[in-house]
């Protein structure tokens, strides 16, 4: 049976065409072997280990990959009691297919609670909906992804009464032990989301969860009733059908491509891949869409400029380098600096030449390097944010510091290693120390560099 399950129906969402290629192996999806990816999920994991202690003496639904009928009846046995909690409950209504994360059932009353790794802070308002009343983008594929959990659900069982919830890390609390997160390890071996080990008891999670529970009702069924749209072209009464329907009988919707969609594609694959026979879910699209031949998808495109949004150039179906100009990008010329448009035009005027040489404003950056005081310090360093702390008194997420390696270049150009520092002892807060061996190592000297910008922000 080909189901449209909650996995699908969010890839649908977020690309209709996608549902396409995901049902056919010799199109490669690149994230399938992301190691970001993996390790997110793998934190997801422990927050869901850590939810299910905070509804203790649950059921699983315990039924093979791709079981979908025996999971549905597992789980319609479990609700015939007046009051269960089942962790992983399967719903199965003509050709949709979901499992939620915890159902916990009193009565004729269901809660449907949709356990989320995602940073949330329970003491801001306005997390979900926008000023102008509409669902914020960031959370749009969560929203709409427990909207379709609980519209498939209430599909099954219409007489229960059903309310949808978020469980999330809550950035406002703080862990009140030590070593929370080593408390929920990941097996080697065996099913990764249910055989975590746990070792903390239920009893003591009521004390320390970092958790927080958040009523999404009012949001969901208005997602249900088509008052939110997850596009301008897509609610949700639209895109149930149009999904399942494009998914079991393997056809391409044609859907309009968009440039920020398109270039952000996960079926946009590289020439190792094709060599290796797989097929790219983009050329398909432009192949059918733009009419681009195999020679076009060589040619420069406008999917290769830094930090451009080309929706507009996409509708006029100028997509090649070579069919822009100037004024496309609005170049502003500032006499100290290079601005973003500017860097756009620089970078598709040095694309057609084939240059490779780098572009450098000489006389901008002559300017900054005559403020710098030498010796200039170079900073690398490495921190970890994750969903469960590690250190009592810490929040979820909260920035933790444990690396760095210090060089230095002198105004002679030679260069120094000066220092590092790792902290590598089990359970130890290091941001203390490592604040103070870097303030050491600097000695009060000026100049600072950082390589990314994700060291900028946090230092």
């Not at 940073?119 to 914020?136: A, C, E, L, P």
């Not at 960031?138 to 659900?153: G, M, N």
């Not at 451009?308 to 996409?314: D, E, I, M, N, V």
Request: charged content about 25%.
């Amino acid at each position: 049976m080909k189901v449209l399950s909650k996995s699908r129906f969010k890839t649908g969402l977020s690309c209709p065409n996608k549902l396409y290629f995901s049902g056919d192996k010799s199109f490669k999806n690149k994230e399938d072997n992301n190691t970001f990816l993996a390790t997110l999920a793998e934190g997801g994991f422990q927050v869901e280990a850590l939810a299910r202690l905070s509804y203790p003496s649950g059921h699983f639904v315990d039924a093979p990959y791709g079981a979908y009928e025996k999971a549905y009846k597992q789980t319609l046995e479990l609700l015939n009691q007046d009051e269960v909690v089942i962790y992983e409950a399967a719903f199965l209504y003509d050709g949709l297919f979901v499992m939620t994360d915890i159902l916990v059932k009193k009565g004729n009353h269901v809660r449907l609670i949709e356990v989320k790794a995602k940073s949330y802070d329970s003491t801001q308002t306005g997390t979900f909906i926008g000023t102008r009343g509409d669902i914020r983008s960031s959370w749009k594929p969560y929203l709409f992804d427990i909207a379709f959990q609980t519209f498939v659900a209430k599909k099954c069982i219409p007489k229960f009464h059903f309310e949808a919830f978020f469980l999330m890390a809550d950035k406002s609390k703080v862990a009140t032990i030590d070593g929370l997160n080593q408390m929920f390890r990941l097996p080697d071996n065996g099913d990764i989301r249910k055989d975590v080990e746990v070792k903390i008891s239920a009893e003591e999670v009521q004390k320390t969860s970092v958790l927080s529970e958040v009523n999404v009702t009012e949001i969901v069924n208005a997602i249900i009733a088509d008052e939110h749209q997850y596009s301008d072209d897509l609610c949700f009464s639209k895109a149930v059908p149009l999904l399942r329907n494009s998914y079991q009988n393997h056809s391409y919707l044609n859907w309009p491509t968009n440039y920020s969609r398109c270039k952000s594609c996960e079926f946009k694959i590289d020439s190792d891949s094709k060599k290796a026979g797989f097929k790219s879910g983009f050329e398909f699209c432009f192949s059918k869409q733009h009419n681009w031949t195999e020679t076009d998808f060589i040619r420069p495109n406008v999917f290769e400029i830094w930090n451009f949004r080309g929706q507009k150039l996409l509708e006029e179906n100028r997509l090649f380098l070579n069919e822009l100009k100037k004024e496309d990008f609005k170049v502003i010329d500032e006499p100290d600096a290079m601005s973003s448009r500017e860097r756009r035009w620089v970078q598709v005027q040095k694309r057609l030449e084939i240059n490779p040489e780098p572009f450098v404003e000489r006389e901008g950056l002559k300017k900054e390097m005559d403020k710098w005081v030498f010796p200039l310090h170079f900073i690398d360093f490495e921190t970890s944010a994750v969903a469960l702390p590690f250190n009592k008194g810490r929040h979820p997420y909260e920035q933790v510091a444990f690396q760095f390696s210090h060089h230095m270049c002198h105004a002679d150009g030679t260069i120094e290693h000066v220092s590092e520092y790792i902290n590598a002892n089990p359970g130890e807060f290091p941001n203390f120390k490592f604040v103070a061996a870097l303030k050491k190592s600097l000695d009060n000297d000026q100049v600072l560099f950082f390589d990314l910008q994700h060291m900028k922000t946090v230092s």
